[in-house]
């Protein structure tokens, strides 16, 4: 099996900057598409930014300009940088990534616990 763990959420201040780190560890064949989504209360999840292994990247409209996301495929580590957050980016942030395990057949979809980010004043 594969395993996300994230790091690097926390409580900050509008305008201000968060950086967050995904690294996929475990059974690990190879590790494809890596990304963020987040959830806030009441909402459904959304893809906030994605990232393939020869560094193509996708983000949401809403935070082009302010985002960046990046990978290190050696730790496969995914990055997000997060800056001139607002309050309309509080929510659960989660990691996700497409993988082949050395113990499971196939292509599969991973998913981090979450964690929190909330930008408040």
């Known amino acids: 099996q594969v395993q996300l763990v994230e790091s690097g959420g926390g409580l900050v201040q509008p305008g201000g900057s968060l950086r967050l780190s995904c690294a996929a560890s475990?059974?690990?064949?190879?590790?494809?598409?890596m990304g963020w989504y987040r959830q806030a209360p009441g909402k459904q999840r959304e893809l906030v930014a994605a990232v393939t292994t020869v560094g193509s990247t996708n983000l949401a409209d809403s935070v082009k300009g302010r985002f960046t996301i990046s990978r290190d495929n050696a730790k496969n580590t995914v990055y997000l940088q997060m800056n001139s957050l607002k309050p309309e980016d509080t929510a659960v942030y989660y990691c996700n990534c497409n993988a082949r395990s050395t113990v499971l057949p196939g292509m599969r979809n991973y998913w981090g616990q979450g964690t929190q980010v909330t930008v408040s004043s």
């Open positions: 475990g059974s690990i064949f190879s590790v494809h598409v």
